[in-house]
C-alpha cells in the first residue's frame, strides 16, 4: 500500500509539471537527457533501479511472483512432477499471455496512430506510462483484469509478472530520445530473461512442480483480494 501511495504521489507530482512546468518534459527529447538535470531524472533512475532487481535474484523489496525464474527459488514438489500436465500447463498459460500481449499491441497501435495524427502529444504519451505504472499495483492490490485470461489463482503464480515494465513504457515507443529507448531497451531485457527461463525452466512456474509457489509456503503478502491465507478475517 506504501508503494501504491509512493506511485500516485508519482502521478500527481507527473501531473502538476505537465501543467505547471512544462520544459521539464524537455528531456523526453533525443539527447536532452544528458543535457540539464529534472525530476524526470529521478524518476528515471526509480525506474531502472526497480527493473534491475528484476534482473538478479534479490532476496528482498520484490515479491516471490517476480523472483520465481530464479533457480534458489525453486523447492521441487515431494510428490514426482508430472512432465506431460506441466507441459499442458505452460502451453495454456503462455497461449493466454500472447493472447494478452496482442491486445496490449493493439492498444499501443491506438496510441500510436493517435499519436502519428497529432492527438496525443509526447507529454500524453510519457503521462501514460505513468498512469500504467500506477495501474501496475491497481491490479495487485485491487482488480486484475488480465487474470480473466490467465485464471491464475493469484500474483505469486502469474504468468506475466514480469511483463509489467514492457508493457508500461510501450507507449514511450513513439516518443523516441534517449530518455524512453533505454527504459523501453532495459523492459525488454527483463521480458526476455523471463521468457527464456519460461522456455527453459517451466517447472519454477508450476505451483504443482514448485512447492514455493504453494499456499501452505507462500510468505507474500501482496495479492490479499485472492489469497484466503491472508485475507482479514
Not at 502529444?121 to 495501474?135: E, G, I, K, R
Not at 511483463?163 to 507507449?171: E, G, K, R, S
Not at 532495459?186 to 509457489?213: C, G, M
Request: proline share 3%; aromatic share 16%; hydrophobic share 50%.
Amino acid at each position: 500500500m506504501l508503494r501504491f501511495v509512493g506511485r500516485s504521489v508519482v502521478l500527481a507530482v507527473c501531473v502538476w509539471l505537465c501543467i505547471a512546468y512544462p520544459q521539464q518534459l524537455d528531456v523526453l527529447q533525443g539527447w536532452a537527457f544528458f543535457q540539464k538535470p529534472s525530476l524526470l531524472h529521478l524518476l528515471w533512475l526509480i525506474w531502472v533501479g526497480d527493473m534491475t532487481l528484476q534482473l538478479i535474484p534479490a532476496k528482498k523489496n520484490l515479491s516471490l511472483g517476480s523472483k520465481k525464474l530464479f533457480k534458489q527459488y525453486f523447492r521441487p514438489a515431494q510428490i514426482k512432477t508430472d512432465l506431460l500436465a506441466l507441459k499442458r500447463y505452460i502451453v495454456s498459460t503462455t497461449r493466454a499471455a500472447y493472447r494478452i500481449m496482442l491486445l496490449w499491441a493493439a492498444l499501443i497501435a491506438v496510441l500510436g496512430f493517435c499519436h502519428f495524427r497529432g492527438w496525443l502529444s509526447d507529454a500524453a504519451l510519457f503521462m501514460t506510462s505513468v498512469l500504467f505504472y500506477v495501474c501496475d499495483l491497481i491490479c495487485v492490490l485491487f482488480w486484475c483484469p488480465f487474470r480473466l485470461l490467465l485464471k491464475n489463482r493469484c500474483c505469486t503464480t502469474c504468468r506475466i509478472f514480469n511483463w509489467a515494465h514492457v508493457m508500461m513504457f510501450t507507449p514511450m515507443l513513439f516518443v523516441g530520445g534517449f530518455y524512453s529507448y533505454s527504459l523501453l531497451a532495459l523492459s525488454l531485457v527483463v521480458w526476455v530473461a523471463w521468457e527464456l527461463s519460461v522456455l527453459l525452466h517451466p517447472e519454477r512456474f508450476w505451483w504443482q512442480s514448485n512447492e514455493t509457489l504453494q499456499c501452505a509456503s507462500c510468505t507474500d503478502k501482496l495479492c490479499t483480494q485472492y489469497c484466503r491465507k491472508l485475507r482479514p478475517r
